[in-house]
């Protein structure tokens, strides 16, 4: 028996196999709404290609997807009024991270929208040890 890999969500909105409400596509990426917006104009960028998470993905297709992020963030700000922008990405489920396809969140922000920005944990550490311990992985 051959074994397929079960492709992504995303990997069948490419295909055309799901729909979506598409707001840019080049060679190598794609912009469409959330299906589950945080706020009016909440657009997410993909890579056409397969990659599970943003720590996944080779530099060229990093320089592709970061182009696309700004372009269209850019068009988010102006066609939303939005007085701020959020671009993250999830990576792993401890995360948040649902779809296992590179993705970047584009959320419009309001002044009064009501969300807040993460909690600030009192407890966690900042110091010189702990920045060259990161630093040894580099
Ligand atoms: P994450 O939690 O970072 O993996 O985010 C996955 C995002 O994909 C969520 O915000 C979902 O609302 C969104 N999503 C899942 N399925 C679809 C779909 N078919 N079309 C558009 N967005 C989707």
């Not at 995303?10 to 706020?39: M, R, V």
Request: hydrophobic share 35%.
């Amino acid at each position: 028996m051959t074994y397929t890999k079960e492709e992504s969500i995303f990997t069948k909105i490419i295909k055309g196999q799901i729909s979506c409400d598409k707001i840019y596509e080049n060679k190598d990426t794609l912009a469409f709404l959330d299906i589950n917006p945080i706020n009016e104009g909440h657009t997410l960028v993909i890579t056409k290609k397969e990659y599970k998470d943003f720590l996944d993905i080779p530099e060229t297709e990093l320089e592709n997807l970061s182009k696309t992020v700004q372009k269209v963030a850019k068009a988010v700000k102006k066609a939303t009024h939005a007085d701020g922008i959020n671009i993250s990405t999830n990576i792993g489920e401890a995360a948040g991270q649902v779809v296992f396809h590179v993705h970047v969140h584009i959320i419009p922000r309001f002044e009064n929208d009501g969300l807040k920005s993460w909690k600030r944990n009192s407890n966690a550490r900042t110091n010189k040890d702990i920045a060259q311990n990161i630093s040894k992985y580099l």
